[in-house]
């Protein structure tokens, strides 16, 4: 019993160093979860329609492959608006997105990165001009940004992120107008993220316990 709880003691104890001195540390093969929340702005070539800010939530996900490059994933839900005479509009969104991502600092308590990707997108619009029956919703996104990892210690992470995705449709609001270029949206979001250890600190974890022994 007393060495469970002196390999218990060792547990907490690495935990916490980690935590107060290891902030950061985008090591390769970390990997976190996170949820968070977004705003939506939309983008529509048609002069008689006002965007109308929205909002949705999702999951995201972050893997570090090796220093300085990540892969992250974005699997949301939310809603674009807009206004045409003085009446508010809406489309429902379902978006999974997947990206590349570079990070400047990726050992420092806060991270800077770029990312790019491809992503599948629903959408589904309540506007003026509804799509006709049969008409196919679905559309192949892509998208870029950047953002910021701020740590607040080896285990969590606030991540603020801005990203441009570009749609291959001009059905986001409804309408198609001969001549008319794709739609776009912005989308921000803020993400509360957990962490799990890379391999090489699990090693070295249970390294320090064998050596107890």
Same mark, same amino acid.
Do not use: C
């Given at each position: 019993?007393?060495? #469970?709880?002196?390999?218990?003691?060792?547990?907490?104890?690495?935990?916490? #160093?980690?935590?107060?001195? *290891?902030?950061?540390?985008?090591?390769?093969?970390?990997?976190?979860? *996170?949820? $968070? *929340?977004?705003?939506?702005?939309?983008?529509?070539?048609?002069?008689?329609?006002?965007?109308?800010? &929205?909002?949705?939530?999702?999951?995201?996900?972050?893997?570090?492959?090796?220093?300085?490059?990540?892969?992250?994933?974005?699997?949301?839900? $939310?809603?674009? *608006?807009?206004?045409?005479?003085?009446?508010?509009?809406?489309?429902?969104?379902?978006?999974?997105?997947?990206?590349?991502?570079?990070?400047?600092?990726?050992?420092?308590?806060?991270?800077?990165?770029?990312?790019?990707?491809?992503?599948?997108?629903?959408?589904?619009?309540? $506007?003026?001009?509804?799509?006709?029956?049969?008409?196919? &919703?679905?559309?192949?996104?892509?998208?870029?940004?950047?953002?910021?990892?701020?740590? #607040?210690?080896?285990?969590?992470?606030?991540?603020?992120? $801005?990203?441009?995705?570009?749609?291959?449709?001009?059905?986001?609001?409804?309408?198609?107008?001969?001549?008319?270029?794709?739609?776009?949206?912005?989308?921000?979001?803020?993400?509360?993220?957990?962490?799990?250890?890379?391999?090489?600190?699990?090693? &070295?974890?249970?390294?320090?316990? &064998?050596?107890?022994?």
């Amino acid at each position: 019993m007393k060495k #469970l709880h002196s390999r218990f003691a060792l547990l907490l104890v690495a935990a916490a #160093l980690a935590a107060s001195a *290891g902030f950061g540390q985008l090591r390769s093969g970390k990997f976190g979860v *996170g949820v $968070g *929340g977004s705003a939506y702005i939309f983008n529509t070539d048609e002069s008689n329609l006002e965007a109308v800010p &929205k909002f949705g939530a999702g999951v995201g996900i972050s893997w570090s492959i090796m220093e300085h490059v990540g892969l992250r994933a974005n699997f949301s839900s $939310g809603q674009i *608006g807009w206004k045409q005479s003085n009446v508010e509009y809406v489309t429902s969104l379902f978006s999974a997105s997947f990206y590349v991502s570079g990070d400047l600092f990726p050992h420092d308590k806060l991270n800077p990165f770029v990312y790019a990707g491809v992503g599948g997108l629903y959408y589904d619009p309540r $506007g003026p001009t509804l799509l006709s029956p049969g008409q196919d &919703k679905l559309d192949i996104v892509l998208s870029g940004g950047a953002g910021v990892d701020f740590f #607040l210690s080896e285990f969590m992470s606030i991540t603020a992120s $801005g990203e441009i995705v570009l749609t291959n449709t001009d059905n986001l609001d409804g309408l198609k107008i001969a001549n008319s270029t794709n739609d776009y949206y912005v989308r921000a979001g803020l993400e509360f993220r957990y962490y799990f250890f890379d391999q090489a600190f699990i090693t &070295k974890l249970l390294e320090a316990i &064998k050596a107890r022994k």
